[in-house]
């Protein structure tokens, strides 16, 4: 995926098709902030997910790897 060359696409076809005004850099400016924003939201909760997903896996294996250890005692 090339975030930066969807980015320019998505300039220049609100360049060609946006709405009429004055103020149309201003209503371009304002959708990317918020898009950038939202993206950047959902991928921190796509990690954190999968963080605390790796965090219980990795402390299971050390409950199973600790009842072993008893075993072998």
Do not use: W
Not at 10 to 31: A, W
């Amino acid at each position: 995926m090339d975030y930066l060359g969807d980015l320019e696409i998505f300039k220049q076809n609100f360049d060609e098709s946006g709405p009429p005004g004055t103020h149309r850099k201003e209503i371009l400016l304002e959708f990317c902030c918020k898009a950038i924003a939202e993206s950047a939201e959902f991928f921190m909760q796509n990690v954190n997910n999968e963080f605390h997903l790796q965090k219980s896996m990795a402390e299971e294996s050390i409950r199973k790897l600790q009842g072993q250890i008893k075993e072998v005692k």
